[in-house]
């Protein structure tokens, strides 16, 4: 045997891995792979928790700054039958339960068309309702009346509108001038002294989840603008 030969064999066997080493190279790939897939599925979770927390944030936001609109272009007027059991316009906050009923006529219904048949004038009223999905998840309802009448609200027409998904509870507290106190509840229609009367002020208080599950808390107030009924009575 020629010295060439034993070099050209000895390289050959140089040349190629052994099985120790093909399953090194195959680890290490996998581990490379793992890491890599890891990082962008961190990446991609951490991308849609953040898109979550803006829109749930936003919907919260967005139902606060409603509900303030609504409240700051409350009215009362004296323009209307006064024997009426129903009045056309009133301001009625109940007490008590997660979730209170509040109805009161605003000039907040906003008018698309400008020759439509309709008038800014408006009954609003916020109440709780089950999700049709998950009957274990309450959802804030805003209901606004189409027309102003002495009917019953459950008679009269209205647009249904989900202000807030998953709300547990809502508080709402009226700033009595004249007292110089807070009440959790206000009766424009009653024969107290409350009665034609508007609180100058709505404290408003949210509170519900955001999309990591965590509670969150929100409060605002609102400034009734039209604090004297209106009167075209000469």
């Given at each position: 045997?020629?010295?060439?030969?034993?070099?050209?064999?000895?390289?050959?066997?140089?040349?190629?891995?052994?099985?120790?080493?093909?399953?090194?190279?195959?680890?290490?790939?996998?581990?490379?792979m793992?890491?890599?897939?890891?990082?962008?599925?961190?990446?991609?979770?951490?991308?849609?928790?953040?898109?979550?927390?803006?829109?749930?944030?936003?919907e919260?936001?967005?139902?606060?700054?409603?509900?303030?609109?609504?409240?700051?272009?409350?009215?009362?007027?004296k323009?209307?039958?006064?024997?009426?059991?129903?009045?056309?316009?009133?301001?009625?906050?109940k007490s008590?339960?997660?979730?209170?009923?509040?109805?009161?006529?605003?000039?907040g219904?906003?008018?698309?068309?400008?020759?439509?048949?309709e008038?800014?004038?408006?009954?609003?009223?916020?109440?709780?309702?089950n999700?049709?999905?998950?009957?274990?998840?309450?959802?804030?309802?805003?209901?606004?009346?189409?027309r102003?009448?002495?009917?019953?609200?459950?008679?009269?027409?209205?647009?249904?509108?989900?202000?807030?998904?998953?709300v547990?509870?809502?508080?709402?507290?009226?700033?009595?001038?004249?007292?110089?106190?807070?009440?959790?509840?206000?009766?424009?229609?009653?024969?107290?002294?409350?009665?034609?009367?508007l609180?100058?002020?709505?404290?408003?208080?949210?509170?519900?989840?955001?999309?990591?599950?965590?509670?969150?808390?929100?409060?605002?107030?609102?400034?009734?603008?039209?604090?004297?009924?209106?009167?075209?009575?000469?």
């Open positions: 045997m020629t010295r060439n030969d034993s070099h050209r064999r000895g390289y050959a066997a140089q040349a190629g891995l052994t099985l120790i080493e093909v399953m090194i190279a195959i680890s290490i790939m996998v581990l490379m793992t890491l890599a897939w890891s990082t962008i599925s961190n990446t991609l979770a951490a991308k849609n928790m953040g898109e979550a927390m803006e829109s749930r944030n936003h919260i936001r967005l139902a606060m700054g409603r509900v303030v609109a609504d409240f700051e272009a409350a009215y009362l007027s323009n209307e039958e006064s024997a009426a059991s129903n009045p056309r316009t009133q301001f009625v906050g008590g339960g997660a979730i209170p009923e509040i109805r009161f006529s605003t000039f219904h906003r008018v698309l068309w400008a020759d439509a048949n008038s800014e004038q408006t009954l609003i009223s916020y109440e709780p309702i999700d049709r999905n998950n009957p274990t998840q309450t959802n804030w309802l805003r209901r606004e009346q189409r102003l009448s002495h009917r019953t609200m459950n008679e009269e027409p209205a647009e249904y509108d989900i202000l807030l998904r998953d547990y509870r809502v508080t709402f507290e009226f700033w009595d001038w004249n007292a110089q106190a807070w009440k959790d509840r206000w009766d424009s229609t009653s024969s107290d002294g409350e009665r034609g009367k609180p100058s002020r709505v404290r408003i208080t949210i509170v519900t989840k955001d999309a990591k599950g965590n509670e969150v808390k929100l409060s605002s107030q609102a400034r009734i603008l039209m604090q004297e009924p209106l009167n075209f009575v000469q």
